[in-house]
């Protein structure tokens, strides 16, 4: 068997930023402007503010620009809910991002949905995901289009593949599924009820790890020449899939880190401009 393929998250979020910086200017010689991403940071989780720094640092490599938003830890639903009617109505906002997980009180997925449709460039709305599983056009969930837009450039057609998403949480697990559904896999859904979980793994051309436990599909749950996607990260530096004995079997893989993690902020990065591009009717 051959050597497998890495699917170079890291090398394919630079190229994919680098093409992202003349389309930026463009938007901006025609508004102005150049877009922006309002990020929502509710609290002060230290993994959180280190994502929103990330984003907001990714925006400046391309050439736009990001607004942060802190509310204290104390802020209830309708205080939130407030400050995303007033990103909606900002005409100078191309994008929201509203940084998961915020403080229990609040309710999330009301202040997910109240972000504007043609905003949602996180791809975190019902709506959006209604649309989006429909095959209508909506911004996808971040970390899952940045898993779709990998596997075409490697050039992997999940069609008429067994793809087994494994976990289903709505920003990554369901949307991804939905997603390969949608581009004609055979799709299995499991989770923490799923009887017998090796069993279907071994049957999978696609594994996608995605249940947030380290290392928790195992090398012989897969068979040989699949297509391993782990989009886990975990503080061991490892992703869902224990990939130090999986990966040499499989036919491509994403490495951890480097892989699925590059090209989430670089696909929610892409939709704002896009987002940008659409408003202007230049797409």
Same mark, same amino acid.
């Given at each position: 068997?051959?050597?497998?393929?890495? #699917?170079?998250?890291?090398?394919?979020?630079?190229? #994919?930023?680098?093409?992202?910086?003349?389309?930026?200017?463009?938007v901006k010689e025609l508004s102005g402007r150049v877009p922006i991403l309002a990020t929502i940071l509710v609290g002060d989780d230290p993994a959180s503010a280190t994502y929103?720094?990330?984003?907001?640092?990714?925006?400046?490599?391309? +050439?736009?620009?990001?607004?942060?938003?802190?509310?204290?830890?104390?802020?209830?639903?309708?205080?939130?809910?407030?400050?995303?009617?007033?990103?909606?109505?900002?005409?100078?906002?191309? /994008? @929201?991002?509203?940084?998961?997980?915020? $403080?229990?009180?609040?309710?999330?997925?009301?202040?997910?949905?109240?972000?504007?449709?043609?905003?949602?460039?996180? !791809?975190?709305?019902?709506?959006?995901? !209604?649309?989006?599983?429909? !095959?209508?056009?909506?911004?996808?969930?971040?970390?899952?289009?940045?898993?779709?837009?990998?596997?075409?450039? %490697?050039?992997?057609?999940?069609? &008429?593949?067994?793809?087994?998403?494994? +976990?289903?949480? $709505? *920003?990554? /697990?369901?949307? #991804?599924?939905?997603?390969?559904?949608?581009?004609?896999?055979?799709?299995? *859904?499991?989770?923490?009820?799923?009887?017998?979980?090796?069993?279907?793994?071994?049957?999978?051309?696609?594994?996608?790890?995605?249940? &947030?436990?380290?290392?928790?599909?195992?090398?012989?749950? *897969?068979?040989?020449?699949? @297509?391993?996607?782990?989009?886990?990260?975990?503080?061991?530096?490892?992703?869902?899939?224990?990939?130090?004995?999986?990966?040499?079997?499989?036919?491509? %893989?994403?490495?951890?880190?480097?892989?699925?993690?590059?090209?989430?902020?670089?696909?929610?990065?892409?939709?704002?401009?896009?987002?940008?591009?659409?408003?202007?009717?230049?797409?």
């Open positions: 068997m051959s050597e497998p393929l890495v #699917l170079e998250g890291k090398k394919l979020s630079k190229e #994919l930023e680098a093409s992202l910086i003349p389309r930026v200017q463009r929103v720094k990330m984003k907001g640092n990714a925006c400046a490599r391309v +050439g736009m620009e990001s607004l942060k938003v802190e509310m204290p830890k104390e802020t209830t639903t309708d205080q939130l809910l407030a400050k995303i009617d007033e990103l909606n109505a900002d005409p100078a906002v191309e /994008g @929201i991002l509203l940084q998961h997980p915020v $403080p229990s009180q609040i309710d999330e997925r009301a202040c997910f949905d109240r972000i504007a449709l043609d905003k949602d460039v996180d !791809g975190v709305t019902s709506l959006g995901f !209604g649309k989006m599983a429909m !095959g209508e056009f909506a911004f996808g969930s971040a970390t899952p289009a940045g898993i779709m837009r990998m596997i075409d450039h %490697y050039g992997i057609d999940p069609k &008429g593949m067994h793809a087994v998403v494994v +976990g289903r949480s $709505p *920003i990554l /697990g369901k949307p #991804l599924a939905m997603m390969l559904l949608n581009r004609h896999a055979t799709v299995t *859904i499991c989770h923490s009820r799923t009887v017998d979980l090796p069993s279907i793994t071994r049957t999978a051309d696609i594994v996608v790890g995605a249940v &947030g436990i380290p290392r928790f599909i195992k090398a012989d749950w *897969i068979k040989e020449g699949a @297509i391993i996607i782990d989009a886990g990260f975990h503080p061991e530096k490892c992703g869902d899939v224990d990939l130090d004995n999986a990966a040499p079997k499989s036919k491509a %893989y994403t490495p951890v880190p480097g892989g699925v993690g590059p090209m989430t902020i670089a696909t929610l990065i892409a939709q704002t401009v896009e987002a940008a591009e659409r408003r202007l009717r230049i797409l």
